[in-house]
């Protein structure tokens, strides 16, 4: 268990990137959610023992992971977002130098080692080609080949399917899932369909609080009977913003607008349909929730200190 108690970071400024972030993640693919400059990077980088928290405390597996990030490192695994690469070398070749450089251990010799993190991410073939001629995916594949070397307890991944192509993008998060069952991963991303199809729980995360956590299924769950399709022209658009909470409006066909409501009553507005929600309504839910209360509090800029 991953145990996250009361996090802040206050970067100079000063910028409250996270104002008290408590969360407990279980094994298993756990996503973070949240939109840019939410604090998902700085929330990462602390779990990856890259910075130093302001305050509150992180335990892995009872371990603190701050007070003592050396204890750590070995079982911690970790895809940044820039993960940088060196183009002239063969895949073989830079796993090999970064596993040297992270100190893991191979009784049965790194070569052997090598080959065998090449296989798990389906690169083996491609283990003597230079990394320059490597694909986004097949990059973000051997990134995760020296994520898990060592077998790490936790493995953290920081936005990684940006720019991949679909089909890249399901390999990879093939190698993710399996990874999942017996230890835990933290998969950050933006893209909720992603969270949606790969995590069991999850967390959104938003001005530097968490704004709500849990499982996937039970979140999508509270919200049947209550989310609703239709198209409408601009004027019923606004309209049924005065008594309905609208998720999304996107213009089509020109002039009219597809759009997506959520009602705490479950009335349904006359020529919309009842949908089975989805994580997206979720999010958006609770991001237009959270901002309702920043509202309330008269706290417009979530960010600053
Ligand atoms: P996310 O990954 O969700 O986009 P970040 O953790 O990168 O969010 O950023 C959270 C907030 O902290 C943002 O307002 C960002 O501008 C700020 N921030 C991030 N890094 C620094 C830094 N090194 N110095 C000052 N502010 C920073």
New binding site residues.
């Given amino acids: 268990m991953l145990r996250l108690n009361d996090l802040v970071k206050i ?3 000063p ?1 409250a ?1 996270l104002k008290g972030v408590s969360l407990e993640i279980p094994e298993g693919l756990f996503g973070l959610l ?1 939109p ?8 990462m980088n602390i779990l990856a023992g890259l910075l130093e928290p302001t305050g509150g405390s992180v335990t892995l597996d009872g371990v603190d992971i701050v007070q003592d990030p050396r204890a750590v490192w070995s079982r911690l695994g970790y895809l940044p977002q820039d993960f940088g690469f060196y183009p002239s070398l063969s895949g073989a070749q830079m796993l090999d130098f970064l596993l040297q450089l992270k100190g893991i251990e191979a009784p049965q010799g790194r070569k052997t080692l090598v080959g065998e993190l090449l296989e798990r991410v389906n690169l083996a073939d491609a283990a003597k080609r230079k990394v320059r001629t490597y694909s986004g995916g097949m990059r973000q594949r051997l990134g995760i080949a020296q994520a898990i070397a060592g077998n790490p307890r936790l493995v953290i991944v920081d936005e990684p399917t940006a720019g991949l192509d679909p089909e890249e993008r399901q390999r990879f998060y093939r190698i993710l899932a399996e990874l999942g069952r017996d230890r835990i991963v933290l998969l950050s991303t933006h893209i909720v369909e992603d969270i949606a199809t790969l995590c069991p729980r999850f967390a959104v995360i938003r001005g ?1 609080r968490c704004v709500t956590s849990g499982g996937t299924s039970d979140a999508r769950r509270r919200l049947e009977g209550r989310v609703f399709e239709g198209i409408v022209a601009p004027e019923a658009l606004e309209r049924i913003r005065g008594s309905h909470r609208v998720t999304q409006a996107v213009l089509v066909e020109g002039s009219m607008f597809r759009t997506r409501v959520q009602s705490a009553a479950g009335a349904q507005p006359s020529g919309f349909v009842q949908v089975p929600p989805t994580l997206e309504d979720v999010y958006f839910g609770v991001m237009d929730e959270s901002r309702a209360a920043d509202r309330a509090h008269g706290s417009h800029s979530p ?1 600053a200190a």
Avoid: I, R
Avoid at 36 to 43: H, R
């Fill in positions: 970067y100079p400024g910028v990137a949240g840019n400059g939410a604090g998902k990077s700085t929330l530097g960010v």
